[in-house]
C-alpha cells in the first residue's frame, strides 16, 4: 500500500504542476492585457483633477480613491437635466432592434446553411467567414459610397424610378445607424447559431417527423429550443459589442441626433477635462454589461444541470 501511495501522490503533483504551467501563459496574457488596464481605467476614474493643467490624475492607491467622477456622471445619467440619459435610452433601443433584425436575418442563413446546403457547406462557411477578412472600418467605408448622394442606393432608386425615395442616408438619419449595427455585427451571429444548429442530431428532428410533426412544428418543438442556448450566445457576442460601439455612427452619421453611449465616452475620453469622468462611465457601462453576463452564466448553468439530470 505505501509503495503504491508514493507514485500515486507523484502522478497527482506532476499533473498539478503540468496544468498550472499550461494555463500560465493564458493567465500572464490575462493580467497584462486586461487587469492591469481596467485597473488603471478604475485609477483614472476614481482619480482627480490636476488644478494646474486641468488633466486627469490617475490615484493608484484604492484607499485613496475618490467618488467625484462617478457622481458626476450619475447625475449626468438621470439627475436634473441630465443629458446621458437620452443618449443611453437611444442606444438600448438602437441595440434592441439591431440585435433582433440581426436575429431574424441570420437565423434563416444559419439554418439553411446547416440544413439544406448539402455538399456545398464548406463553401457557404467560407462565405460567412468572408466578412472576417476585411476590417470594420473599411466594411463601413463601403456603406458610405453605397448611401451617398451619389450613391449606388440612390442610383437604384432612380433608376427604377423611384426618385421619391432618395434621402441624405448618411445625414444623421438612425435607421442607418442601426443598419449598419446589423451589416457590422451579424456575422457573429450567423457563426455562433451555425455552430449551435450543426450540432443538433438530425435523427431528432426525423424523430419528431416519424411522430407526426410537420416541418413547421418540428422546427418550433425540436430544433427551436435544442438551439436556445446558441441564440443566447450569438445575441451576448453581438449585444455587447454594440452597447459599446462608437465607430458605426461616428461613420455613418455623426449628427448629434444619433450619438450612442459610446460616442460619449469617446468624447470625454479625448477632452483633458472629462478624461475622468469618460473613464468612469466606462466602468459604469461595464457595470450594466454584467447584468447580461451573469443572466447568460446562470441561465448556461442551468441548462447543463438540466441536461446532465
Known amino acids: 500500500m505505501r509503495g503504491k501511495g508514493a507514485p500515486e501522490r507523484s502522478f497527482v503533483s506532476h499533473g498539478r504542476f503540468f496544468w498550472a504551467a499550461l494555463t500560465a501563459p493564458g493567465i500572464v496574457w490575462l493580467i497584462v492585457l486586461f487587469v492591469v488596464p481596467f485597473y488603471a481605467v478604475v485609477s483614472i476614474a476614481a482619480g482627480k483633477l490636476s488644478p494646474v493643467f486641468q488633466s486627469a490624475l490617475p490615484t493608484w492607491n484604492p484607499l485613496k480613491w475618490s467618488g467625484a467622477n462617478f457622481a458626476t456622471d450619475y447625475h449626468e445619467l438621470v439627475g436634473t437635466g441630465a443629458f446621458i440619459g437620452p443618449v443611453f435610452t437611444r442606444t438600448l433601443a438602437y441595440v434592441a432592434i439591431a440585435s433582433a433584425l440581426s436575429l431574424v436575418i441570420g437565423f434563416p442563413v444559419a439554418y439553411f446553411v446547416t440544413r439544406f446546403s448539402g455538399r456545398r457547406k464548406g463553401f457557404f462557411l467560407a462565405l460567412l467567414i ?59 451571429l450567423i457563426l455562433v447559431l451555425y455552430a449551435g444548429l450543426d450540432r443538433i442530431d438530425s435523427r431528432l428532428i426525423e424523430a419528431g417527423r416519424d411522430l407526426g410533426l410537420n416541418g413547421w412544428r418540428t422546427f418550433f418543438r425540436v430544433t427551436l429550443p435544442m438551439c436556445r442556448q446558441s441564440v443566447m450566445t450569438g445575441l451576448l457576442i453581438t449585444v455587447l459589442p454594440m452597447i459599446g460601439d462608437y465607430f458605426t455612427n461616428q461613420m455613418l452619421s455623426g449628427a448629434s441626433s444619433t450619438s450612442m453611449i459610446g460616442n460619449v465616452i469617446d468624447g470625454q475620453l479625448n477632452a483633458t477635462s472629462l478624461q475622468g469622468q469618460g473613464a468612469a462611465l466606462s466602468v459604469l457601462l461595464l457595470i450594466v454589461l454584467l447584468i447580461p453576463m451573469i443572466y447568460y452564466v446562470v441561465s448556461t448553468n442551468r441548462a447543463s444541470e438540466a441536461f446532465i439530470s
Open 130 to 188: 468572408a466578412p472576417f477578412w476585411v476590417s470594420y472600418m473599411m466594411r463601413m467605408l463601403a456603406w458610405i459610397d453605397l448611401l451617398q448622394n451619389d450613391g449606388y442606393v440612390n442610383r437604384g432608386l432612380s433608376f427604377f424610378h423611384l426618385s421619391g425615395l432618395e434621402a441624405n442616408w448618411l445625414g444623421g438619419r438612425s435607421a442607418t445607424v442601426v443598419l449598419g449595427l446589423v451589416y457590422g455585427y451579424i456575422p457573429y
